[in-house]
Nanobody, 116 residues
């Protein structure tokens, strides 16, 4: 089992920055990909960013150039640096980890609110 715990969310003004963290514990050896999704009120969960095999990084178009995903030498912690935040970035942000056998792990989420 793997446990993922996010932190770093909060209230920020438009144009501001936040850094989210995701700490993984448990049996993480089989996890090969980790990343972030988000879910805004009344919307479906959507992909934000991910680090996969060999460190390949992908971003959703709405966050390219503003968000940066990173991690240390190990799988934990995983970070999401979010700059130039906009009201449409308001959502609960979820960390996830994928195993090659198809098992997925999700955190409980951390709320990011962007408003004046």
């Amino acid at each position: 089992q793997v446990q993922l715990v996010e932190s770093g969310g909060g209230l920020v003004q438009p144009g501001g920055s936040l850094r989210l963290s995701c700490v993984a514990s448990g049996s993480t050896l089989q996890i090969y990909s980790m990343g972030w999704y988000r879910q805004a009120p009344g919307m479906e969960r959507e992909f934000v960013a991910a680090i996969g095999d060999g460190g390949v990084i992908n971003y959703a178009d709405p966050v390219k150039g503003r968000f940066t995903i990173s991690k240390g030498a190990t799988k934990s912690p995983l970070y999401l640096q979010m700059n130039n935040l906009m009201p449409e970035d308001t959502a609960v942000y979820y960390c996830y980890g994928n195993q090659r056998d198809g098992v997925e792990y999700w955190g409980e989420g951390t709320l990011v609110t962007v408003r004046s």
